[in-house]
Structures are given as C-alpha cells and as structure tokens.
C-alpha cells in the first residue's frame, strides 16, 4: 500500500506497512528506512499495571530492537 491520502498523491517509492504490535515478523522490519510507531494500549479498565507496561513499553522495545537489528535507522515514536 502506497501513503497518499488527504489530498496527497501516492509516492510509488513509498510502501506502508499497516500491523499490530504483536506478531510482526522480524522480515517485515529488514531493509526498512524508517518506522513510524504511533500504537500503544491506553484502555485501563482491563489492564493490571504489568500488563500496561508490556503492552505499551515491553512491545515497543522489542519492535525498536527488531527495526534496528533489520537495519532500519529511523524510528519515530508517538504516544499520548
């Protein structure tokens, strides 16, 4: 899937990649120019302490490090 959107043409050297946090294949991170992680699991109600700080630290570590050993050197991170 190209990006594009909001009035913007799609940028055929662009590819986005559109997944879950959990279960994304370390090649799916291989030959990446950059990561642009904007995911975090905000709902309280369900989640005990532990289970906050896996979701929204733990996984985004290990996406980091995932991204980083596939070569990628550009990681974007955002949450509120």
Not at 26 to 48: C, E, F, K, Y
Not at 62 to 79: I, T
């Amino acid at each position: 899937q190209t990006t594009g959107g909001n009035g913007n043409p799609p940028n055929p050297k662009a590819t986005t990649v559109h997944r879950g946090l959990f279960g994304i294949p370390a090649p799916t991170l291989a030959n990446l120019d950059a990561v642009v992680h904007l995911g975090a699991n905000n709902d309280t109600r369900d989640a005990s302490d532990e289970a906050m700080g896996r979701l929204n630290y733990g996984e985004s570590i290990r996406l980091f490090e995932a991204a980083y050993a596939g070569g990628c050197r550009r990681f974007v991170y955002a949450s509120s």
